[in-house]
């Protein structure tokens, strides 16, 4: 792969360079609009872009770390499938009919932003998965590391099967009004009473311990320990076949 180091990207040097399968390193794009460039496959690390607008663009496979900041931009019409968004940040910004199909944000800070148009299958990390969740103080005692508060619209967006995880604070998260998405406020608690509703409705031994174990593998996992609300997305069950599933689905919805 090629390098571009500590390049500023103007209008007349995008229109002729190739982006794919390139290096970006300390590189700015400044007050342009981008019109069906391809930047699949390539990695950028501490780039910015600002003031600018993406239009029909493809960042497939395209990872971007190590710092960087977007700010003041619109994104429409690109394509972010499988796209690792790292650790920068995104402020002021609007996507508006992108493709987000199996994307990570994965500890990205989100100030700001709106989101228009369908995400599947994607995840939204406070802490990035190369990071433990965990901070070690003096005395060596594991305590969760501070939540990341998002500041995000998605009031416009539809969400299938997007996960939020890993220390997000959920509060300042405008979600669109779906009868599929369900919140849980309070998620230790709440789970500890839904695992009792389990009980009533599953007498037998098996069942009672298979929805424990649901509960801990699909509903409350160990990536969303330590967050005061989550948000399930109960169509992801839909195609499983186990009867006991749909019932816990059910308790779900009523409860």
């Known amino acids: 792969m090629e390098y571009a180091i500590e390049k500023v990207f103007g209008q007349e040097t995008i229109a002729t360079f190739d982006f794919s399968y390139k290096i970006f390193k300390n590189c700015s794009f400044v007050n342009s609009t981008i019109t069906a460039k391809d930047f699949s496959n390539s990695v950028f690390q501490n780039c910015h872009f600002v003031s600018c607008k993406f239009i029909d663009c493809n960042f497939q496979s395209t990872v971007f770390q190590n710092l960087g900041l977007w700010y003041d931009c619109k994104f429409t019409s690109n394509n972010f499938s499988?796209?690792?968004?790292?650790?920068?940040?995104?402020?002021?910004?609007?996507?508006?009919?992108?493709?987000?199909?199996?994307?990570?944000?994965?500890?990205?800070?989100?100030?700001?932003?709106?989101f228009e148009g369908k995400i599947e299958s994607s995840w939204f990390y406070g802490i990035s998965t190369?990071?433990?969740?965990?901070?070690?103080?003096?005395?060596?005692?594991?305590?969760?590391?501070?939540?990341?508060?998002p500041f995000i619209d998605f009031e416009g967006a539809e969400l299938n099967d997007v996960v939020f995880s890993r220390g997000l604070d959920l509060s300042k998260i405008k979600l669109p009004d779906k009868s599929h998405l369900k919140t849980v406020m309070n998620p230790m608690h709440f789970f500890d009473d839904f695992l009792n509703e389990c009980r009533k409705v599953f007498p037998d031994k098996e069942s009672k311990y298979f929805c424990k174990e649901f509960i801990h593998r699909s509903l409350f996992t160990t990536d969303n320990q330590g967050m005061p609300m989550l948000l399930i997305d109960l169509n992801t069950f839909d195609e499983s076949s186990d009867s006991r599933v749909q019932r816990i689905v059910e308790l779900l919805k009523a409860s």
Request: proline content about 2%.
């Open 82 to 114: 499988k796209t690792v968004i790292g650790n920068i940040k995104i402020e002021q910004l609007h996507f508006s009919s992108n493709n987000f199909n199996k994307t990570t944000f994965d500890g990205t800070e989100l100030v700001d932003v709106v």
């Open 130 to 149: 190369g990071e433990s969740l965990y901070a070690m103080d003096f005395f060596v005692i594991k305590r969760f590391k501070p939540l990341k508060t």
